[in-house]
């Protein structure tokens, strides 16, 4: 199995995310100390998602990455492959999501001397905790929203991203660095702006149980919040989402091509 997709997808992700994560702070309103975590867990998911994707299109139309250029896999292709590399990520990225959740839900700690300290003390702390008192199947609280929302979007975002790329690329040739740093911008936005709705609901997800569980499930969370805040409950943070995205995705997908071509 070619391996170097997993490996570009890795060293990419982590690029895009040292960008987002003033991003990702502010969102929640939150907190959250530190870039050794994130960075640890997007180089496995990244690299689940690009490396699955890739081998996916391998097994789907029989070319390897060096040979697409010249033989462009159809849309149909393009967006099979992005699920199924979306489907996977999904699962490895549920647990390491849940902590940051988690984490950035956390109020500030130091607000006032005396009061109490923070419920987790750190990632590892946080896992600790919810594999006590939540068991291993708490460490993947929400992961079914998670997969909801990676599955048909992970597709939108390659999609678009090759889209965009054969749009402003002639024919055989390889996509010049500002037509992959917009069309990886966009393919964020595009992907994102899908994404929101069932990112609301699956941070809801995670967030329950904490105390005691409100939500039977992903559809009772989803009426429950409609029924509560209106439509408008799943536009939530799409802005953000969305100035976010252009930049990590922009990054991610220079440094994935960059990376590919450098390795041959
Ligand atoms: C599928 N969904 C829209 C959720 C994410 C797509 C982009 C993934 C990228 N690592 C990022 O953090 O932006």
Redesign the pocket.
């Known amino acids: 199995m070619p391996v170097e997709e997993f490996v570009a997808g890795w060293i990419s992700?982590a690029l895009?995310l040292v960008l987002?994560h003033p991003f990702d702070t502010v969102k929640l309103l939150g907190f959250f100390k530190g870039m050794s975590f994130p960075i640890a867990s997007?180089a496995v998911v990244?690299s689940v998602l690009f490396g699955v994707y890739s081998n996916t299109l391998l097994v789907l139309t029989a070319t390897a990455h060096q040979e697409r250029r010249a033989q462009p896999p159809s849309y149909t292709h393009i967006f099979l492959a992005g699920c199924t590399g979306?489907f996977l990520q999904a699962y490895c990225l549920a647990p390491f999501d849940l902590i940051k959740v988690r984490l950035q839900n956390q109020t500030e700690p130091m607000a006032q001397p005396g009061s109490p300290p923070p419920q987790y003390r750190g990632p590892v702390h946080c896992a600790a905790s919810i594999f006590r008192e939540e068991g291993y199947r708490g460490l993947f609280r929400g992961a079914w929203a998670l997969m909801l929302?990676?599955t048909p979007?992970?597709g939108v975002?390659f999609l678009t991203y090759e889209g965009l790329c054969r749009q402003y690329t002639p024919e055989g040739q390889n996509p010049s660095s500002a037509t992959v740093l917009v069309a990886g911008g966009f393919a964020?936005i595009a992907?994102?702006v899908?994404?929101t709705p069932l990112?609301v609901i699956k941070s809801r997800m995670q967030m329950d149980g904490l105390r005691r569980r409100v939500y039977q499930g992903v559809l009772d969370c989803m009426v429950s919040s409609v029924r509560q805040e209106g439509l408008g409950v799943f536009f939530r943070g799409v802005t953000i989402n969305s100035a976010?995205?252009f930049p990590?995705?922009a990054v991610?997908f220079l440094s994935y091509e960059y990376l590919l071509r450098l390795w041959g």
């Open positions: 992700g895009g987002g997007i990244n979306g929302r990676d979007t992970m975002y964020g992907s994102w899908a994404a990112d976010r995205a990590v995705n991610t």
